[in-house]
């Protein structure tokens, strides 16, 4: 009988019990986008990412992927904790962190350092740069990929004689769609 330990509950979850809280549907956003359809396709791909790489692809990191991508605003580890032990599939986090790290080092979501805050990653598996949008009005976030804006950020930093090894970029502002309901 297959079982996990509970974190701060300290109680026996059963493995069945696991699967049928994954299954919990999504609501749809209040702009009418069911984002069941974002979580369905980053779980897809981060099952071939990890079956490609001969990686573990657990219920609690397959959760936590699915909570982060059940909205496109950057969520902290601590909604997330809170989320799974309403869930009953509560942890201490210190566990959180081994998922999210995870599932960052594999490129399945990135961290927005302003916001100590993690969101899906829309190009998983591609090597690449995290920029996004992030509007300061209803704090959702939209990952670029612009590899033009890296190349020329790198070749600035050359020309100083700095090899950039990371490169995140956060730009804040107000998306169209707030901009079209003001």
């Known amino acids: 009988m297959a079982s996990e330990r509970n974190g701060a509950y300290n109680r026996v979850i ?22 069941n359809h974002c979580i369905e396709d980053a779980v ?20 936590v ?11 902290g580890a601590y909604a997330l904790l809170d989320e799974l032990r309403n869930e009953e599939l509560g942890s201490a986090p210190p566990t959180i962190y ?3 790290d995870f599932l960052i080092e594999n490129g399945l979501i990135h961290r927005i350092e302003r916001m100590n805050a993690f969101i899906g990653c829309s190009h998983p598996g591609e090597t690449h740069r995290g920029f996004f949008l992030i509007c300061g009005e209803c704090g959702n976030a ?3 990929q612009s590899d033009g804006v890296a190349d020329t950020i790198a070749a600035s930093a050359s020309r100083r004689g700095f090899v950039a090894r990371d490169m995140t970029l956060e730009v804040t502002g107000t998306c169209a ?5 003001a």
């Open 14 to 35: 059963l493995a069945w019990q696991i699967e049928t809280a994954l299954k919990k549907p999504t609501k749809a956003s209040p702009q009418g986008h069911d984002h």
């Open 65 to 75: 992927l699915e909570l982060v991508w059940s909205s496109h605003k950057p969520v």
């Open 177 to 181: 769609d707030c901009r079209r309901s």
């Open 142 to 144: 939209e990952e670029l």
């Open 98 to 100: 081994r998922a999210l």
């Open 44 to 63: 897809v791909a981060a099952e071939k990412l990890c079956s490609a790489k001969g990686l573990r692809f657990t219920p609690l990191r397959r959760r």
